[in-house]
């Protein structure tokens, strides 16, 4: 049984910064490829960074250079750091994994989802 636990969230201020995690159980996160997506209210959920199996990593335009997915797989554990925190990034983040050398933008794409995990942040 795979299971994806995410944890970290919480409040930070504008200009903050939090550290997500996601650890796996069932699968061998350095074999998938292994993803953040987040969900504001009334938004679709999006795709922030991914890292492939082989370690290439993705990032959404909103996120670049404040934002860092990285992976220990000697704890097959999926780490987010998130700086320069803004309002905007204030949403549900929920870690995401599937089987392929490749990651796919769109959630319907991913096998595996964690339970979610809030971020809020405020101004």
């Known amino acids: 049984q795979v299971t994806l636990v995410e944890s970290g969230g919480g409040s930070a201020q504008a200009g903050g910064s939090l550290r997500l995690s996601c650890a796996a159980s069932?699968?061998?996160?350095?074999?998938?490829?292994m993803a953040w997506f987040r969900q504001a209210p009334g938004n679709e959920r999006e795709r922030v960074a991914a890292?492939?199996?082989?370690?290439?990593?993705y990032y959404g335009e909103a996120v670049k250079g404040r934002f860092t997915i990285y992976r220990d797989n000697a704890k097959n554990t999926l780490y987010l750091e998130m700086n320069s925190l803004k309002p905007e990034d204030d949403a549900r983040y929920y870690c995401?994994?599937?089987?392929?050398?490749?990651?796919?933008?769109?959630?319907?794409?991913?096998?595996?989802w964690g339970q979610g995990i809030q971020v809020t942040v405020s101004s």
């Open positions: 995401g994994a599937r089987l392929l050398t490749f990651c796919p933008r769109y959630p319907a794409e991913y096998t595996y």
């Open positions: 069932g699968l061998f996160a350095g074999g998938y490829c």
């Open positions: 890292i492939a199996s082989g370690g290439a990593t």
